[in-house]
């Protein structure tokens, strides 16, 4: 059964803390805006589809529970488009976040002039039905991200015949980061179930450790094989282990893929993508079409998070015991914050790389896989199917 990090009714949301993976099982209530922001802000919500969704979410439960309380259908729109710009400040580099706001702003303000007798309570419903789509559509487009992008790796000459294949991954991009399914996560997911994955590779993913923390967890839960490397071993496993291993591709997510396909992503994919280049791999960005941002030109453009030197020098989590026969076991009660780093260490920080799109082989969306054409992606073609 595949993880579900968001659980969502009418009036009422949920989230699994990631900042308590994977060592507890922790559900949040998320009763307003607010909750939402902070939560997202703090990392106990992470992955653009995901925030996106809870950011969403948390204005429907918020509207739901103290409806008709705004006045008119005009003071109603105001109100819900100040909330929804408040919330896109919690994350600025994760696009689907703002591109869920937009989409949402616009219904709203449809609602608001179909509004008859200016009544609020067809604009708030308005918004719930939509945002409530939006956790429906999101994993319905991972599944079908999961198989276009599977398809395309069981293609490759080194996948031939009925061999296995292996594959490298980088941050968390599972259930964890979406609504469901995942968007990486999700091809390997799909590889999987069709009996042909040798071994999900994943970095540990510094500083946060998403990798070991959260994709780790996912894949044990899912008994989906799977190894941990370190961020700085993913050479190492390409050149010793990639014939042997039958070591395909890189499959990274996204937050952000400008129109020429640059893509934003955790740090270190950038590193990724050169190593991929090196070895002969093939390197995928994973992200639905929410994620492509054609108003951005190129990754020159995208604004890159830097966060507390703090991540890098402090780690935290439960304390463990080794005992006499060699077994360790956790102490879920006891958190404990162990110093890595000398003290008055300076540090920098991005959250975020740009890997250029000339590094990249092709970006899996729910309508398909993109290739370069003469050097060059065609990321507006996406949106040809919806016309």
């Known amino acids: 059964m595949v993880l579900q990090a968001i659980k969502y009714t009418p009036g009422s949301l949920q989230i699994l803390d990631q900042l308590q993976l994977p060592h507890k099982e922790v559900y949040q209530n998320i009763a307003n805006v607010e909750d939402a922001w902070h939560a997202i802000k703090d990392m106990r919500v992470r992955g653009a589809p995901a925030i996106a969704i809870v950011?969403?979410?948390?204005?429907?439960?918020?509207?739901?529970?103290?409806?008709?309380?705004?006045?008119?259908?005009?003071?109603?729109?105001?109100?819900?488009?100040?909330?929804?710009?408040?919330?896109?400040?919690?994350?600025?580099?994760?696009?689907?976040?703002?591109?869920?706001?937009?989409?949402?702003?616009?219904?709203?303000?449809?609602?608001?002039?179909?509004?008859?007798?200016?009544?609020?309570?067809?604009?708030?419903?308005?918004?719930?039905?939509?945002?409530?789509?939006?956790?429906?559509?999101?994993?319905?487009?991972?599944?079908?991200?999961?198989?276009?992008?599977?398809?395309?790796?069981?293609?490759?000459?080194?996948?031939?015949?009925?061999?296995?294949?292996?594959?490298?991954?980088?941050?968390?991009?599972?259930?964890?980061?979406?609504?469901?399914?995942?968007?990486?996560?999700?091809?390997?997911?799909?590889?999987?179930?069709?009996?042909?994955?040798?071994?999900?590779?994943?970095?540990?993913?510094?500083?946060?450790?998403?990798?070991?923390?959260?994709?780790?967890?996912?894949l044990i839960h899912d008994n989906i094989p799977c190894t941990l490397i370190t961020d700085s071993m993913a050479a190492a496993l390409l050149r010793l282990k990639g014939e042997t291993q039958n070591i395909v591709a890189i499959?990274?997510?996204?937050?952000?893929?400008?129109?020429?396909?640059?893509?934003?992503?955790?740090?270190?994919?950038?590193?990724?993508?050169?190593?991929?280049?090196?070895?002969g791999v093939k390197f995928l960005v994973a992200a639905p079409r929410t994620t492509i941002d054609l108003g951005t030109s190129s990754g020159e453009a995208i604004i890159i998070e830097e966060r507390h030197s703090r991540e890098m020098t402090v780690m935290k989590g439960p304390r463990t015991r080794t005992h006499d026969h060699g077994k360790s076991t956790v102490d879920t009660t006891v958190v404990e914050e162990v110093s890595t780093a000398a003290m008055g260490t300076q540090a920098w920080n991005p959250a975020f790389d740009v890997t250029p799109a000339d590094l990249i082989d092709g970006i899996v969306t729910e309508v398909g896989v993109f290739e370069k054409e003469e050097g060059i992606f065609h990321l507006e073609t996406a949106f040809s199917h919806d016309s």
């Open 55 to 218: 950011a969403a979410l948390s204005l429907a439960v918020e509207l739901y529970n103290k409806k008709d309380l705004y006045g008119s259908s005009r003071q109603t729109k105001e109100y819900i488009v100040e909330r929804l710009e408040y919330l896109v400040t919690s994350r600025p580099t994760a696009v689907n976040l703002a591109d869920a706001a937009r989409k949402l702003e616009k219904r709203v303000t449809e609602a608001a002039a179909e509004s008859q007798d200016n009544q609020c309570s067809h604009v708030e419903d308005s918004y719930i039905t939509a945002a409530q789509d939006m956790l429906i559509d999101d994993v319905q487009d991972n599944q079908k991200i999961g198989s276009h992008g599977a398809s395309w790796i069981l293609k490759l000459p080194k996948a031939d015949g009925d061999r296995q294949v292996s594959v490298l991954t980088h941050c968390n991009t599972g259930s964890l980061a979406t609504a469901g399914y995942g968007t990486a996560l999700g091809v390997i997911r799909s590889l999987d179930k069709s009996q042909r994955l040798k071994c999900a590779y994943y970095t540990e993913t510094r500083p946060y450790n998403q990798g070991s923390r959260l994709t780790g967890y996912e």
């Open 251 to 279: 499959i990274v997510g996204a937050d952000r893929v400008a129109a020429n396909g640059d893509t934003a992503n955790k740090i270190g994919t950038y590193a990724l993508a050169i190593l991929a280049k090196h070895h």
